[in-house]
């Protein structure tokens, strides 16, 4: 009897140590298939480009974001593909990024416009505001100068916008030459560069520079919200017209995004209304009318006259 129960239990062990053995195997077996799960889901949620737009960076940064973090999602809708804003530190870090084939769609000024067509010459502007084909700059005072024009600008301290700002820097630069003054000799110091427009005007508000230049699109704007301390800066001179801001594609984008999404791109922005994005408020506009690349032939000449085509 004692050999049997012992070798019952010599039996009963043997299949427990089996049945245990089959269960860690299948336990093993499970985790690589939920593993190659866990890849498909995140390989699926990550695949096709996503069409990515960036903007000179001429406005306060939380507007910029929330109006075309806005503008993105309205895209995204309309050509039925993933778009993202990707906001940029300076002009010309837009510049690069666009030449590189990191930003698909931009909105940049005449100048930042040039630099970009003399990278990347297959790019396409397409689409500008209404005034943007007579624009022009403002140069501004501390209130009660005196100032009448252009020439009454020597022997006093300036600033202008961003170095890289067509209504800020390369078309004030171009009118004052005109006038026949010398920037970087007949101001009291050095021409200084804000960065941005609502940055110059707060300078000269200040009283940390007599005169500056800015954008007339952002001067009235800034006027009509009440942001202008009017009792400490004013206008005294507005250019002549030139061609400014635009939305440009960059080129291969029905390559990268599908045939037709070039065209669908340009409908959506060319038919916008109002209503249909927190942009229309932020640019200032009603709607988006046609241009093309030819129309800043005149930035690309005085961009080339003074060395900034780059």
Same mark, same amino acid.
């Given at each position: 009897?004692?050999?049997?129960?012992?070798?019952?239990?010599?039996?009963?062990?043997?299949?427990?140590?089996?049945?245990?053995?089959?269960?860690?195997?299948? +336990?093993? !077996?499970?985790?690589?298939? #939920? %593993?190659? *799960?866990?890849? &498909?889901?995140?390989?699926?949620?990550? @695949?096709? $480009?996503?069409?990515?737009?960036?903007?000179?960076?001429?406005?306060?940064?939380?507007?910029?974001?929330?109006?075309?973090?806005?503008?993105?999602?309205?895209?995204?809708?309309?050509?039925?593909?993933?778009?993202?804003?990707?906001?940029?530190?300076?002009?010309?870090?837009?510049?690069?990024?666009?030449?590189?084939?990191?930003?698909?769609?931009?909105?940049?000024?005449?100048? +930042?416009? !040039?630099?970009?067509?003399? #990278? %990347?010459? *297959?790019?396409? &502007?397409?689409?500008?505001?209404?005034? @943007?084909? $007579?624009?022009?700059?403002?140069?501004?005072?501390?209130?009660?100068?005196?100032?009448?024009?252009?020439?009454?600008?020597?022997?006093?301290?300036?600033?202008?916008?961003?170095?890289?700002?067509?209504?800020?820097?390369?078309?004030?630069?171009?009118?004052?030459?005109?006038?026949?003054?010398?920037?970087?000799?007949?101001?009291?110091?050095?021409?200084?560069?804000?960065?941005?427009?609502?940055?110059?005007?707060?300078?000269?508000?200040?009283?940390?520079?007599?005169?500056?230049?800015?954008?007339?699109?952002?001067?009235?704007?800034?006027?009509?919200?009440?942001?202008?301390?009017?009792?400490?800066?004013?206008?005294?001179?507005?250019?002549?017209?030139?061609?400014?801001?635009?939305?440009?594609?960059?080129?291969?984008?029905?390559?990268?995004?599908?045939?037709?999404?070039?065209?669908?791109?340009?409908?959506?922005?060319?038919?916008?209304?109002?209503?249909?994005?927190?942009?229309?408020?932020?640019?200032?506009?009603?709607?988006?009318?046609?241009?093309?690349?030819?129309?800043?032939?005149?930035?690309?000449?005085?961009?080339?006259?003074?060395?900034?085509?780059?």
């Amino acid at each position: 009897m004692k050999k049997y129960l012992l070798a019952l239990l010599a039996s009963f062990m043997l299949i427990f140590t089996a049945c245990s053995s089959n269960s860690n195997t299948e +336990t093993k !077996t499970d985790e690589p298939a #939920k %593993v190659e *799960e866990d890849t &498909a889901e995140e390989t699926a949620s990550t @695949d096709g $480009e996503v069409f990515k737009i960036g903007a000179i960076p001429d406005f306060d940064q939380a507007e910029m974001e929330e109006a075309f973090n806005d503008f993105a999602e309205y895209l995204s809708k309309e050509i039925g593909k993933p778009v993202e804003f990707v906001p940029t530190v300076d002009y010309a870090s837009l510049v690069t990024a666009f030449d590189r084939g990191e930003i698909d769609l931009a909105w940049f000024g005449g100048l +930042t416009v !040039t630099q970009a067509l003399n #990278k %990347v010459p *297959e790019a396409e &502007a397409f689409a500008q505001r209404p005034s @943007d084909q $007579e624009f022009k700059s403002v140069f501004i005072e501390q209130k009660g100068l005196g100032l009448k024009g252009l020439e009454d600008l020597k022997g006093k301290t300036f600033t202008f916008g961003s170095e890289s700002s067509t209504s800020g820097h390369l078309m004030p630069r171009y009118f004052l030459t005109e006038a026949g003054i010398n920037p970087d000799e007949d101001f009291d110091g050095a021409a200084n560069y804000s960065g941005s427009h609502d940055k110059t005007y707060k300078l000269v508000e200040s009283g940390a520079f007599q005169t500056g230049a800015v954008n007339v699109q952002y001067w009235e704007k800034a006027l009509d919200e009440g942001l202008v301390d009017e009792t400490k800066v004013e206008e005294f001179y507005r250019t002549p017209d030139f061609y400014d801001y635009n939305w440009t594609l960059n080129k291969d984008i029905d390559q990268k995004f599908g045939e037709g999404t070039a065209q669908k791109v340009k409908d959506t922005i060319l038919n916008m209304k109002k209503e249909d994005s927190k942009i229309m408020d932020l640019l200032s506009t009603e709607e988006f009318i046609e241009t093309k690349n030819e129309n800043y032939d005149l930035i690309k000449e005085v961009a080339e006259q003074l060395g900034m085509l780059n």
